[in-house]
């Protein structure tokens, strides 16, 4: 067996794995609290992936899973390179995009099948086949899903989020449409994100009132 290859299967292994030992920094951004640990990306990946085969079980959606999995695992193998970045970061949608697609195509420059994962990447940045459009989704629910969790568990305040936060007109005019928590801000601040899904829509709203602790 050729020991390039040998070398490329390693490689990437140890330059993904990275990520496991490094936290979503987005909730940095709300000043979470530290009395617990915050989960690493790849722990986001998981969840995400798990309330995709949730959904898809429930609601018979007629979807490659096989897909959406494989794009929600590799989407996030950009942040080895260019770290979280978080819509407050001032990075534009556009921009994340194209230094996410380059730092995709540095971790997988040297595989046989670079193409394989490089085109899913693309197609889940255009968001225009069905599997990319619910995988974007879960996506971005996953966080929200999770914001509600350290919401319940105390984990957040407002008097600990920074002003930079706070005093964008996005987080302003959320707050003044009452707005309670910060949480609720999170979910409000994505709400727009589902209004074409009728599945996702109903369950951001389901997640409001729903009890992530006992």
């Given at each position: 067996?050729?020991?390039?290859?040998?070398?490329?299967?390693?490689?990437?292994?140890?330059?993904?794995?990275?990520?496991?030992?490094?936290?979503?920094?987005?909730?940095?951004?709300?000043?979470?609290?530290?009395?617990?640990?915050?989960?690493?990306?790849?722990?986001?990946?998981?969840?995400?992936?798990?309330?995709?085969?949730?959904?898809?079980?429930?609601?018979?959606?007629?979807?490659?899973?096989?897909?959406?999995?494989?794009?929600?695992?590799?989407?996030?193998?950009?942040?080895?390179?260019?770290?979280?970045?978080?819509?407050?970061?001032?990075?534009?949608?556009?921009?994340?995009?194209?230094?996410?697609?380059?730092?995709?195509?540095?971790?997988?420059?040297?595989?046989?099948?670079?193409?394989?994962?490089?085109?899913?990447?693309?197609?889940?940045?255009?968001?225009?086949?069905?599997?990319?459009?619910?995988?974007?989704?879960?996506?971005?629910?996953?966080?929200?899903?999770?914001?509600?969790?350290?919401?319940?568990?105390?984990?957040?305040?407002?008097?600990?989020?920074?002003?930079?936060?706070?005093?964008?007109?996005?987080?302003?005019?959320?707050?003044?449409?009452?707005?309670?928590?910060?949480?609720?801000?999170f979910i409000e601040f994505d709400v727009p994100k589902y209004t074409e899904s009728k599945i996702f829509s109903e369950l951001i709203q389901f997640l409001k009132e729903y009890?992530?602790?006992?």
């Amino acid at each position: 067996m050729e020991q390039t290859k040998l070398e490329n299967v390693l490689n990437f292994y140890y330059e993904t794995a990275k990520l496991k030992e490094v936290e979503r920094s987005g909730w940095n951004t709300w000043n979470i609290s530290r009395n617990k640990r915050v989960e690493s990306i790849p722990e986001h990946v998981y969840g995400a992936q798990q309330l995709a085969y949730a959904i898809y079980s429930e609601f018979d959606i007629d979807i490659d899973l096989f897909k959406v999995n494989s794009m929600l695992a590799y989407h996030e193998t950009e942040e080895i390179n260019i770290g979280d970045l978080d819509p407050f970061s001032g990075v534009s949608a556009a921009k994340k995009a194209k230094i996410g697609k380059q730092a995709v195509e540095k971790t997988v420059s040297k595989m046989k099948k670079k193409n394989f994962i490089t085109s899913l990447i693309d197609e889940f940045n255009e968001r225009k086949t069905p599997e990319a459009k619910f995988a974007y989704l879960c996506d971005k629910m996953e966080a929200d899903l999770m914001a509600k969790k350290y919401q319940d568990e105390g984990r957040f305040s407002f008097d600990k989020v920074s002003s930079r936060i706070l005093d964008d007109e996005r987080i302003q005019a959320i707050m003044s449409n009452g707005a309670n928590t910060v949480a609720d801000v999170f979910i409000e601040f994505d709400v727009p994100k589902y209004t074409e899904s009728k599945i996702f829509s109903e369950l951001i709203q389901f997640l409001k009132e729903y009890k992530t602790t006992p």
